[in-house]
């Protein structure tokens, strides 16, 4: 644990005495008033956003979490459980600090728990999965657009928009952080 | 990729990248209409007005036998805008670029932009208000009509609706501290004062903290974040601590008629009934200019010549400057300014 003035996207502070994550910063200059950091703070406790400008030297308290990587098991109604592969330890996370709490949850893959104090404040989605389509629509023929796409729904239960020729069954990539098609899966 | 590329790729795309174009057509036509002039500005200049933050790009020249001289990226075309009022050209606009040293390229940051001006003579900052609402519907008709929609008043940005529809809302920093921070005006003139009415809520306050730092910081946290969602916002009366070339309000000493437009919870456009007392003028671009020194920035070349030409005589005037890319990211509902522009800062900068 430390202070530093120097915050950066994705590190970790005590805010109003509680954990966050720092989802986003800009450093700014408005020519009324010295620089600052305009930040979103995203609470590990509650999952709730809030924005927090910051003076561009004002020092803040940077905590030490503990990262491990797990495997994702099942989800209840509110929770996402995971297992160390390690040691064979289970955990439950609640699914409100998960991003897009079940879309991207798959046992096939890897997923990092952030842990402060002993206990888990986050879930850090792999940054592409590979989901099988349950769902979509066959319009490949008639439409020569290029860009065109259609919805398409996921194992999961996700829907992302996907170009015309994927077919249902098929297997694609998909960007956890944009919701968006990648490619298909090979 | 890069912009061109997936242009080239997808040129259904480019449809997002006319959004500004059409919006500086538009707003040519506007006061083309109103018969303003429209001045060309330079970007590169000798000297700027005083200002303690001020960051601006530097670059050198080298004339004649080698001798090198120093030149600034303009900041504003402000200093240009006056010297022209004072020579006698009246109404006038200029859309050009503007450029900051210190900051970060992001989402709605970048060091380079478009700038609008206008100057309304015999105006103050109310009648810039109404400028302003009336430019806004004014291209909102010309880009509906340019993409062969319906004409409607409001916009979708990131899934908000945003009415134009006259009157917009109306905050005076005043009101603003009173609702949403709980801090009278008055009682944090003093900066020992507001030091302490900041560190009782909680902020980091040091030695080394100014004036207007705290107030930018008040700002930022407590009063913006309160703008509401669904219609541009006017904040107007500034205090004066903040705006070195404003008029100060007749019947109200501690702010000036400064006005600054937010929408969508970005700061649009920032006018005011012009300072037209050179002497007040030149005093407090000494001030800002000894706060430089003691902030220990590196010091801009004065621009005397600014000074002698309110000295000759300003129009009544009110002035404003409205950032164009910002417009544009809002008309064309994307979160990036980097969305329209094709060669975006970001590309080659990061």
């Not at chain 1, 995203?42 to 030490?64: A, C, H, R, Y």
Request: charged share 30%.
């Amino acid at each position: 644990m430390g202070f530093t003035n120097n915050i950066v996207k994705g590190m970790f502070i005590l805010y109003n005495k509680e954990p966050h994550l720092v989802v986003d910063r800009v450093f700014y200059s408005p020519g009324k008033g010295a620089a600052f950091n305009r930040t979103r703070l995203k609470s590990l406790k509650t999952g709730k956003i809030v924005s927090q400008t910051f003076k561009s030297n004002e020092k803040v308290e940077e905590i030490d979490v503990e990262t491990k990587t797990m495997q994702f098991i099942y989800v209840d109604e509110n929770n996402a459980f995971f297992m160390d592969p390690q040691t064979y330890e289970q955990i439950s996370v609640s699914l409100d600090v998960i991003d897009h709490g079940t879309n991207y949850l798959h046992t096939d893959a890897k997923y990092v728990t952030i842990n402060y104090e002993g206990e888990v404040l986050s879930v850090q989605l792999p940054g592409k999965i590979i989901l099988q389509i349950t769902e979509t629509s066959d319009a490949s023929r008639g439409n020569t657009a290029t860009n065109a796409t259609k919805e398409a729904v996921l194992e999961t239960g996700a829907k992302v928009q996907v170009p015309l020729f994927i077919r249902q069954g098929e297997k694609v990539i998909v960007n956890t952080e944009s919701s968006t098609y990648v490619g298909k899966a090979e | 990729m890069k912009t061109w590329q997936k242009l080239k790729e997808n040129p259904e795309l480019f449809k997002q990248y006319f959004v500004k174009e059409y919006i500086i057509q538009a707003t040519r036509e506007f006061f083309l209409a109103r018969k303003y002039h429209e001045l060309e500005s330079p970007i590169l200049t000798n000297a700027l007005p005083q200002e303690r933050y001020n960051d601006p790009l530097e670059t050198k020249i080298q004339l004649k036998g080698g001798r090198d001289v120093n030149a600034y990226l303009i900041p504003t075309t402000e200093t240009f805008n006056k010297k022209i009022l004072a020579a006698g050209l009246g109404e006038h606009f200029v859309i050009s670029k503007v450029f900051r040293a210190l900051e970060d390229i992001g989402p709605d940051h970048s060091p380079e932009f478009t700038m609008l001006e206008w100057y309304h003579l015999n105006a103050n900052y109310f009648d810039l208000m109404e400028d302003c609402e009336k430019l806004f519907v004014y291209s909102k008709k010309f880009l509906d009509g340019k993409f062969k929609k319906v004409f409607s008043t409001s916009i979708n940005y990131q899934g908000q609706k945003i009415s134009l529809t006259s009157p917009w809302k109306k905050l005076s920093v005043r009101e603003g501290l009173k609702k949403y921070a709980k801090v009278e005006l008055e009682d944090v003139q003093e900066l020992v004062k507001f030091k302490k009415v900041m560190k009782e809520k909680g902020y980091n306050v040091d030695e080394n903290d100014d004036w207007q730092t705290l107030f930018e910081l008040l700002f930022a946290n407590e009063i913006e974040t309160n703008f509401p969602k669904n219609k541009p916002i006017f904040v107007y009366d500034y205090p004066i601590q903040v705006c070195p070339l404003t008029q100060t309000k007749k019947d109200d000493p501690l702010v000036c008629e400064k006005v600054e437009l937010y929408i969508a919870g970005k700061e649009i456009a920032n006018g005011y009934t012009e300072l037209r007392d050179w002497k007040e003028q030149e005093k407090r671009f000494k001030e800002e200019q000894a706060a430089r020194k003691e902030l220990g920035r590196k010091p801009v070349a004065f621009d005397h010549d600014l000074v002698e030409a309110i000295k000759s005589g300003l129009p009544s005037v009110a002035g404003i400057g409205m950032g164009i890319d910002r417009v544009a990211m809002i008309f064309a509902d994307v979160k990036n300014v980097s969305d329209v522009n094709y060669f975006p800062a970001s590309e080659m900068f990061e």
